[in-house]
């Protein structure tokens, strides 16, 4: 399966838009793209996925690269509430491997 | 929609005691997926059900661990002996059905401590 490199941490401000990149150079054709992310104390919670289009959703946006190589998650107004760990994976079957994604911290 | 529900929350044992994790997934997915969640290894997926049926067991630990699915709605993980090291969160995820790629639901865990 495809590997996947994300940023340890990152931090971002209330309101404004926040931009989670995720590398997978190794993609293959029929992989796709999934975003979750684990708010403290709960389990892990689906956000968003995409072959080759851009998708959106009431959650997030997810852009991929035309020649798939990466992509970017973006929350378009973080709240506190959306302070996580925000996992990128690829994968083209039922088993979704989670690395240690990026921390992501919400400042007020 | 309930979403999954796991219980019980919170499981504190001594070691050598036999741990029952309890898994309700949603109504009407049909795989079902056990993860463990630790500092060290983050999250590794034990074992998936599809309709009922055990697919893939390869991640379970050792013959310690086994889990069971006797209906859809319904799963069991089971530590017999249990032993400190497996301390960790527990959750369960469930799938509907149709395509492989269909996002996972999780529970929100059970957190074992074995003494």
């Known amino acids: 399966d495809a590997k996947t490199t994300q940023p340890t941490s990152m931090d971002c401000a209330e309101g404004r838009a926040a931009n989670l990149p995720c590398n997978h150079s190794?993609?293959?054709?029929?992989?796709?793209v999934y975003w979750y992310r684990q708010i403290h104390s709960q389990g892990p919670q689906y956000i968003i996925h995409?072959?080759?289009n851009n998708e959106t959703n009431e959650m997030a946006s997810l852009i991929i690269t035309e020649d798939r190589k990466s992509s970017t998650l973006i929350l378009p107004h973080a709240t506190l509430r959306d302070t996580a760990v925000y996992y990128c994976?690829?994968?083209?079957?039922?088993?979704?491997?989670f690395g240690a994604g990026t921390t992501v911290t919400v400042r007020a | 929609d309930a979403g999954v529900i796991q219980s019980p929350r919170h499981e504190v044992t001594e070691m050598g005691q036999e741990v029952t994790l309890r898994c309700k997934p949603i109504?009407?997915?049909?795989?079902l997926f056990w993860y463990r969640q630790t500092m060290m290894r983050g999250l590794e997926l034990l074992i998936y059900f599809n309709n009922n049926v055990p697919i893939d067991d390869s991640g379970m630990p050792e013959d310690r661990f086994s889990a069971k699915m006797p209906n859809a709605s319904f799963s069991t993980l089971k530590i017999q002996p249990s032993e400190p090291r497996d301390s960790a969160v527990y959750f369960c995820?469930?799938?509907?059905?149709?395509?492989?790629?269909?996002?996972?639901?999780f529970g929100n865990g059970t957190r074992l401590t074995v003494t």
């Open positions: 995820a469930s799938r509907a059905g149709g395509t492989p790629n269909s996002p996972l639901h």
């Open positions: 109504s009407g997915h049909n795989s």
């Open positions: 190794t993609i293959s054709g029929n992989e796709y």
């Open positions: 994976i690829v994968r083209n079957d039922y088993k979704l491997s």
């Open positions: 995409g072959l080759k």
